[in-house]
């Protein structure tokens, strides 16, 4: 999997977290590390968060304002959603996307004149298992352009790719706490459409010990939306169910809120199956759930406390993707020098 082993010791809410939460920023040889989570549920960045969504119009959108402007065309950040597709350069969506992620990343760093200038190195991950057959094809995916200029709340961005890493989802969330790590531990990073797992030994990643499975929160989703219909005929809407999966509160009349929170503990169940399946033991180590889905498993699921930790930043990847590009870039660039 071509690990670098680090050995060390859009919402009101969410903006006030990002201006509350210390975060450090990274820059190399004069580029600004750019750290973009390209979920399939939500975009990530170190102090960004918005639903993995995009729709293009040929004129400016009336009703919204989260939208870019970019090559004559505008993009409606959050309309619609999108599919499932393992191959994330398919189409220009998460194209996009990332672009929207850069310089909402870029407003919450404070540039916010009307025309704005950066140089960045972008941070990016991919599953687990996928990273070695898809690293090179979404680096050059990310890279297409030199340069681009996109427009942003009128304002302009002005952006210049210094390079583009593609690193691990899942273990690139801990690379900077890997001393806390004591004993043998289960990353369980659980997002809107994969399950990363990843077993550590004392903080070293065990190469042999990762998988990625088809088992994120987009799969409870289908679970709700199927039990409920079944049952009772009636199709809850696809905002509702999301809102019960982000937030863990089932406000719906019975017996629509039983079967809610069946589909939800029957999904949760079979991630603990999916864990034993690989060879995960409460008695014997540790499990780190993340993820959006890691709130599901802490309010659903049956588990050992004194053996289960959860992680609920859903921005870890993406401020792990910072820290850990800049790591890797120092690395090559003492290399360099000798």
Same mark, same amino acid.
């Given at each position: 999997m071509d690990f670098f082993i680090l050995v060390t010791g859009t919402d009101a809410g969410e903006r006030e977290d990002y201006m509350t939460e210390k975060i450090r920023e990274y820059s190399m040889n004069g580029a600004l590390i750019i750290g973009v989570d390209n979920g399939y549920g939500n975009m990530k960045t170190a102090r960004r968060c918005f639903k993995t969504a995009i729709a293009k119009y040929d004129s400016a959108p009336v009703l919204s304002r989260d939208y870019i402007e970019y090559d004559g065309g505008y993009y409606v950040i959050g309309e619609g959603r999108k599919g499932f597709v393992a191959d994330k350069q398919t189409d220009d969506d998460n194209y996009?996307?990332?672009l929207a992620a850069i310089v909402k990343e870029?407003?919450?760093?404070g540039m916010t004149d009307s025309v704005n200038r950066a140089r960045i190195h972008l941070a990016v991950g991919l599953p687990l298992k996928w990273v070695q057959a898809q690293r090179? =094809?979404?680096?050059?995916?990310m890279l297409r352009n030199s340069s681009v200029e996109v427009g942003y709340k009128d304002r302009l961005y002005c952006i210049e790719f210094a390079g583009c890493t593609v690193m691990p989802q899942c273990y690139s969330a801990v690379t900077e706490n890997l001393k806390?790590?004591?004993g043998v531990t289960l990353l369980a990073d659980i997002g809107n459409g994969t399950m990363n797992l990843m077993y550590l030994n004392n903080g070293r990643p065990m190469e042999s010990k990762a998988w990625t499975e088809k088992l994120g929160v987009f799969q409870c989703f289908q679970k709700i939306h199927n039990m409920v219909q079944d049952k009772t005929g009636d199709n809850l809407m696809d905002d509702v169910i999301d809102n019960i999966l982000r937030s863990g509160k089932i406000e719906?009349? =019975?017996?629509?809120?039983?079967?809610?929170e069946k589909a939800i503990c029957d999904y949760v169940e079979e991630i603990f199956q999916k864990l034993r399946d690989h060879e995960y033991n409460e008695k014997l180590m540790k499990v780190y759930f993340m993820g959006g889905g890691a709130r599901l498993v802490e309010q659903f699921g049956s588990y050992n406390p004194d053996t289960t930790i959860f992680n609920h930043d859903i921005r870890a990847n993406a401020k792990g993707y910072e820290y850990y590009c800049y790591m890797l870039l120092r690395h090559q660039e003492r290399a360099g020098r000798r």
């Open positions: 996009m996307l990332t870029l407003e919450a760093r090179e =094809d979404f680096k050059r995916y806390d790590f004591a719906l009349p =019975d017996p629509h809120a039983s079967l809610v």
